[in-house]
């Protein structure tokens, strides 16, 4: 790929100390970049909104700077601008976009990674004005992610999301939402709407989800309080959320969520996100996102069935209030 060279916007703060390992990652690569480290919340953004298109810009640290710098990539595009191709070095505490692209945490996979790029196009999502490139969520994640300690996630990583998501088990808040899909409505007290077929680091909620797809996959989950909640958890890291027979997956260009238990928080790519209702949707506007090429390759084997019509089971049936 050629290119006018290489910047890279550092969250110091992702996942803690990681200078080294990026400083062995560039060693290993053997390119010389501009360094740019952010200083406050949404400074990737405003740093990814400036640079020249000609460039390849990577983001290291975690999904949530991944998520500012794709808006900051949005942005300049409404400004009528070109943008250059997103890349991950990921020195986050999930790490989900690097799962879903098969992009190996360690120093050599990444540095092999960023000497040999390819990319694929994606039409980032949408709530409410702002990208995401993974997912959105409602109900219990969102509630973890909204009250996850931010000094406990610096110190233990993933553990303090585990911690607040048993708290929210042992004393559940009541959820109501409806979900407007189409024509069609659902109930429900958890959804997700996702691009990626990965969630939480590499747990498995919608196997046929991806990147480079056309639609979103809106997992639907009816069931409410401790045990239900359990249940979708325990399903969840056995990658069988998706074949509870009260679970379904509804794909969907556009939709419309809403609450009927007063203000419940928002979720995007890991990070808490303003509250209901919203519209999601997928953005006009798509992005290059740097792969390995193994990725590339899977998504081109994967063309013939990124067309297939809507997945509607018996359980969103059951879902359903009404047809408009």
């Keep these: 790929m050629s290119d006018d060279g290489i910047t890279i916007i550092f ?7 990681k200078q080294r390992f990026l400083s ?48 900051g990539l949005l942005d300049a595009q409404l400004d009528g601008h070109e943008v250059p191709p997103l890349g991950i070095i990921p020195l986050g505490t999930a790490n989900v976009l690097a799962v879903e692209v098969g992009l190996g945490v360690n120093a050599k996979s990444v540095a092999g990674y960023i000497h040999d790029p390819v990319h694929v196009w994606v039409r980032p999502g949408l709530v409410n004005g702002r990208a995401f490139f993974l997912m959105v969520g409602i109900g219990a994640d969102a509630d973890t992610v909204a009250n996850v300690s931010l000094k406990l996630k610096r110190l233990i990583g993933k553990g303090a999301y585990v911690l607040e998501g048993l708290r929210n088990m ?46 979103l996959d ?3 989950m009816p069931g409410g309080g401790s045990l239900a909640t359990a249940r979708y958890g325990l399903a969840l890291t056995m990658n069988r959320l998706h074949r509870q027979s009260d679970v379904s997956v509804v794909r969907t260009e556009r939709l419309t ?16 996100a303003g509250a209901l209702p919203c519209e999601i949707s997928l953005s006009p ?3 290059r996102l740097l792969v390995p090429r193994a990725y590339l390759n899977q998504t081109e084997a994967r063309d013939d069935n990124l067309a297939a019509p809507a997945r509607l089971g018996p359980a969103a049936e059951s879902l359903q209030i009404t047809g408009r």
């Design 11 to 17: 969250n110091p703060r992702a996942g803690g100390n």
């Design 24 to 71: 062995s990652i560039l060693q290993k690569a053997g390119v010389r970049v501009e360094l740019l480290q952010t200083t406050h919340p949404g400074h990737a953004r405003e740093l990814a909104r400036k640079v020249r298109a000609g460039r390849r810009l990577y983001v290291a640290g975690g999904d949530g700077s991944l998520n500012e710098a794709l808006n």
């Design 170 to 215: 042992a004393f559940p808040r009541h959820r109501d939402f409806e979900v407007n899909i189409g024509r069609d409505q659902y109930r429900v007290a958890g959804v997700v709407a996702t691009h990626a077929s990965h969630y939480g680091g590499k747990f498995i909620i919608a196997p046929q989800a991806t990147l480079t797809d056309n639609k």
């Design 218 to 220: 809106v997992v639907l």
């Design 257 to 272: 969520i809403s609450s009927h238990c007063g203000p419940a928080p928002v979720q995007i790519d890991g990070e808490s």
């Design 285 to 287: 506007y798509p992005v």
